[in-house]
T-cell receptor, first 109, second 115 residues
Framework: AQRVTQPEKLLSVFKGAPVELKCNYSYSGSPELFWYVQYSRQRLQLLLR??SRESIKGFTADLNKGETSFHLKKPFAQEEDSAMYYC???????????FGPGTSLSVIP | EAGVVQSPRYKIIEKKQPVAFWCNPISGHNTLYWYLQNLGQGPELLIR????????DSQLPKDRFSAERLKGVDSTLKIQPAELGDSAVYLC?????????????FGPGTRLTVL
């Protein structure tokens, strides 16, 4: 069965410092991977997906099939990045999405 | 555009009472999802609809939970009877599904408290 793990429940970094939110998955095939974000008092929303290979709000994520990881990175954290981040996996574009438990990021001014 | 609409936003009931949640997806979105989110956890899929057909309800506790999506637009999720452990946030999401695009757009959720 597919599974997504996010080892850190809480992550605190100082403004301007690099940030990395870890995500590992278990799936033998080639999944689609996503990062969803929920800012305070807002809805859960898509941040980025690996197939688009975009940088959104300065965030990037690289799929490492060898390590089955999809870590989210940003070189310089901003206060507005404070939010709950969920890594998610789908077997194909037509399959259900499985979410990880989430990491709460707090950027300290 | 309002996005995915859910009501009510909050609901407090006593155990053994019935409760229903309503969801209106984004116009034109054929795929609709109901998720359960417990405190400190990610969303867990309860049921997924493609138009009016439930294509994945394997995680729906069918002894007490039911859902419907008549006419393939709005959807209702019902719990009868509610138990203490059902206290959680119930999220509805929709996606267009066209071209394999499964980006999901979430509603604000309904926070259920069972006393």
């Amino acid at each position: 069965a597919q599974r997504v793990t996010q080892p850190e429940k809480l992550l605190s970094v100082f403004k301007g410092a690099p940030v990395e939110l870890k995500c590992n998955y278990s799936y033998s095939g080639s999944p689609e991977l996503f990062w969803y974000v929920q800012y305070s008092r807002q809805r859960l929303q898509l941040l980025l997906r690996h197939i688009s290979r975009e940088s959104i709000k300065g965030f990037t994520a690289d799929l490492n099939k060898g390590e089955t990881s999809f870590h989210l990175k940003k070189p310089f954290a901003q206060e507005e990045d404070s939010a709950m981040y969920y890594c998610a996996l789908s077997k194909t574009s037509y399959d259900k999405v499985i979410f990880g438990p989430g990491t709460s990021l707090s950027v300290i001014p | 555009e309002a996005g995915v609409v859910q009501s009510p936003r909050y609901k407090i009931i006593e155990k053994k009472q019935p409760v229903a949640f309503w969801c209106n997806p984004i116009s034109g979105h054929n795929t609709l999802y109901w998720y359960l989110q417990n405190l400190g956890q990610g969303p867990e899929l309860l049921i997924r609809y493609e138009n009016e057909e439930a294509v994945d309800d394997s995680q729906l506790p069918k002894d007490r939970f039911s859902a419907e999506r008549l006419k393939g637009v709005d959807s209702t999720l019902k719990i009868q009877p509610a138990e203490l452990g059902d206290s959680a946030v119930y999220l509805c999401a929709s996606s267009s599904g066209s071209g394999g695009n499964n980006e999901q757009f979430f509603g604000p959720g309904t926070r259920l408290t069972v006393l």
